[in-house]
């Protein structure tokens, strides 16, 4: 299983970007799909997560900002990002919890991390 994610760059304070995170390989289902970031010399923190049969949570920080939508036919997770801030700067990872899927190994249960990609806000 391997997911990768796509979407950072740069972009003005106001600004918008639009992440993606595939998640490939034999998967079965997958329990959640989110995001998390981590900016520089911090830890990393949760910025939305999407739940099957709970809903989605969202870090206050990026509340009314941020929309995470899912494609569970696609296995793919999104985060719209709008008015974007210097302090959104960070790099995102996506991460998938609770995946069942057929590996080399036979049936398998684990949680994965996306390579992560960077946003940076700035004027």
């Known amino acids: 299983v391997q997911l990768q994610a796509s979407g950072g760059g740069l972009v003005q304070p106001g600004g918008s970007l639009r992440l993606s995170c595939a998640a490939s390989g034999r998967i079965f289902s997958i329990d959640a799909m989110g995001w998390y970031r981590q900016a520089p010399g911090k830890q990393r923190e949760m910025v939305a997560t999407?739940?099957?049969?709970?809903?989605?949570k969202y870090a206050d920080s990026v509340k009314g900002r941020f929309t995470a939508s899912r494609d569970n036919a696609k296995n793919t997770v999104y985060l719209q990002m709008n008015d974007l801030k210097p302090e959104d700067t960070a790099v995102y990872y996506c991460r998938a919890d609770g995946v069942t899927a057929s590996t080399s190994r036979g049936l398998s249960r684990s949680d994965y991390w996306g390579q992560g990609t960077e946003v940076t806000v700035s004027s």
């Open positions: 999407i739940t099957n049969g709970v809903g989605t």
